[in-house]
């Protein structure tokens, strides 16, 4: 009886040790995790704001496919004319278009989900201390500036400066955001070229004069934005499309390559290839670590009745139907305002594989005939290329801002 009790006596402590063991198993634990997710062992490891991607949505928005809905009852506009920075010709409620006030009452809606106007706030909040450069051509400043006069409205202490070669910037000084645009006609360095006395490969093939496109050197308005900004977003394409300034006669596109020229000479379309292709592998071999970069799609034309210097205009007062968007732009037409699509085929062919993301605000675009200064912009021709502002370009910096939104950082 006696030895039963002393062997059930010596099984007991085995509970309590093993509940011991496991509780400081368990605290071990929860303090190794702490540590790891504590941000100021982050930020020890790493000077630069990382970017991570989430997993892709199993059903991911299109967000291309959908139509403009006018707004009866519109909510106050993000900004007014009074924002400085708007390029005099973009400013078409101060320019008295019959139609100025009305742009701002149409909202593109998605078809299978919703693209809500941005929360200026909340974005100076979310994206402190980082810096966003557009590069690019007018179009992409047209974008910049609405990007600014829609932050300037909620945060007005602002400081004025050019980095990183800039054609304009600003820090928002409370978040320490920077925006910036860089001036980039073609991407690519571009000068004058003219034929040399000695002779050489070109003059031999009867060339006189004519523009020297190098297609392996960034223009050294942006050269080193990659190396400065977190977010970049890229455009280009108008230019490669202007005959007025590159006359295929008179004043050709020349590629060089590795400071020679291409013989036999490449058309425009091959050298946008080309350029395009050393942009992308300049561009990924000098970025900061974890910042992210955007190609914005082509921004469409609207001229009707010929080209700009044709007598070409842009009088519409609504959005187009979906027919008549596809007898304006239809490549199959061939018509005036085929440059936009033209463009597209370059650069998704270009990005392919590589990792930049595509904002596509083409498709949307083209249903906006209305929304382009027209006669109101101060030029000689009607201006059915550039925005007013307010207007479209507050759409396009809703989608990227969406795009953004859908990638989760860490500092």
Same mark, same amino acid.
């Given at each position: ?9 010596? =099984? ?28 100021? @062992? ?58 100025? %006030? ?23 909040? =979310? ?87 190098? &297609? ?8 080193? @934005?990659?190396?400065?900004?977190? &977010?970049?977003?890229?455009? !280009? ?24 020229? &291409? ?33 914005? !799609?082509?921004?469409?034309?609207? %001229? ?56 596509? &605000? !083409? ?15 101060? =030029? ?27 990638? =989760?950082?860490?500092?």
């Amino acid at each position: 009886m006696a030895s039963r009790e002393q062997q059930h006596t010596k =099984k007991v402590p085995l509970f309590p040790f093993l509940s011991l063991l496991c509780f400081a198993s368990i605290f071990l634990l929860l303090s190794l995790s702490r540590k790891t997710s504590s941000p100021s @062992a982050s930020h020890s490891h790493s000077h630069y704001r990382t970017f991570q991607t989430r997993t892709p949505d199993p059903t991911p928005c299109d967000y291309s496919d959908g139509s403009w809905i006018h707004l009866p009852d519109p909510k106050p506009a993000r900004y007014d004319a009074t924002c400085k920075e708007i390029f005099k010709g973009w400013n078409c409620i101060s320019n008295n278009k019959s139609n100025g %006030f009305d742009l701002t009452t149409w909202r593109w809606k998605p078809r299978t989900c919703d693209l809500p106007p941005f929360d200026p706030l909340a974005f100076l909040h =979310k994206f402190r201390d980082t810096n966003i450069g557009f590069v690019g051509d007018s179009l992409n400043r047209n974008m910049f500036v609405s990007l600014f006069c829609t932050l300037k409205r909620v945060s007005s202490e602002v400081k004025k400066w050019r980095p990183a070669g800039a054609d304009r910037g600003f820090t928002f000084l409370r978040y320490n955001l920077t925006i910036a645009y860089h001036r980039t006609n073609l991407l690519a360095r571009y000068g004058r070229w003219s034929a040399n006395a000695n002779g050489g490969a070109l003059e031999s093939l009867g060339y006189r004069e004519g523009f020297r496109v190098d &297609i392996d050197v960034p223009e050294g308005t942006w050269a080193e @934005a990659p190396t400065f900004h977190d &977010i970049l977003i890229f455009n !280009t394409g108008h230019w490669w499309w202007a005959p007025s300034k590159f006359d295929p006669v008179k004043s050709p596109m020349l590629f060089f390559e590795k400071g020679e020229p &291409i013989i036999p000479p490449i058309p425009p379309h091959v050298g946008l290839d080309m350029v395009l292709k050393h942009v992308v592998l300049f561009v990924e071999k000098r970025l900061q670590p974890g910042a992210i970069k955007f190609f914005r !799609t082509q921004s469409p034309r609207h %001229f009707e009745g010929g080209d700009w210097d044709q007598g070409g205009s842009c009088q519409r007062l609504q959005p187009l139907l979906p027919e008549q968007v596809e007898e304006i732009f239809s490549l199959k037409k061939n018509g005036t305002n085929v440059e936009a699509r033209l463009v597209n085929e370059h650069l998704y062919k270009a990005l392919k594989g590589s990792g930049f993301h595509i904002l596509d &605000i !083409t498709r949307l675009s083209e249903f906006r005939a209305d929304a382009h200064p027209s006669t109101s912009g101060g =030029k000689k021709h009607d201006d059915c290329m550039h925005w007013c502002l307010p207007g479209i370009t507050d759409t396009w910096n809703d989608l990227l801002i969406e795009h953004l939104n859908n990638i =989760k950082f860490r500092d």
